[in-house]
């Protein structure tokens, strides 16, 4: 037997404010709550799209420190979540004002011909996201 593993289902965020992250996933971001909110329950259901955010109250102790978008200053760990978006500079012009940004907007390109666009931002407690325009690289031509 062969284990046979679908896609993320969901992902938990453990934090000391539910309530205020709710609101910036669900106001800044326009996301939708995947489940009703009952904020005196302390947990939340954030729907991303593909998968599930939940967030979960947690007292135990601190917050990890702040990331940066260079991988190679950050400890080992899990470091950002990602969401596309088909125009970064629409999506960096919704969001100025409401997000504290990491840094200035990141531009890479890989020697296939993909290259990507994007910008990273904190959520309330810290942890880093980012509004990111993908875009493939070119078919092969056939012969």
Excluded: C
Excluded at 96 to 120: C, K, L, M
Aim: aromatic share 12%; proline share 7%.
């Amino acid at each position: 037997m062969s284990l046979k593993l679908k896609r993320i289902d969901n992902m938990d965020i453990l934090t000391t404010d539910v309530d205020k992250m709710a609101r910036f996933y669900t106001e800044v971001l326009g996301l939708d709550f995947h489940l009703p909110y009952a904020p005196e329950e302390e947990w939340a259901a954030i729907d991303l799209g593909n998968l599930t955010l939940y967030l979960f109250k947690s007292e135990a102790g601190e917050h990890a420190p702040r990331r940066t978008a260079v991988n190679a200053e950050n400890a080992p760990g899990y470091d950002s979540v990602a969401f596309e978006v088909d125009d970064l500079d629409e999506a960096e012009a919704a969001l100025e004002g409401r997000v504290e940004w990491v840094d200035a907007r990141i531009e890479w390109q890989h020697p296939s011909g993909a290259w990507y666009r994007y910008r990273p931002f904190f959520d309330p407690d810290g942890n880093m996201l980012y509004v990111t325009e993908p875009h493939r690289a070119p078919e092969p031509q056939k012969a």
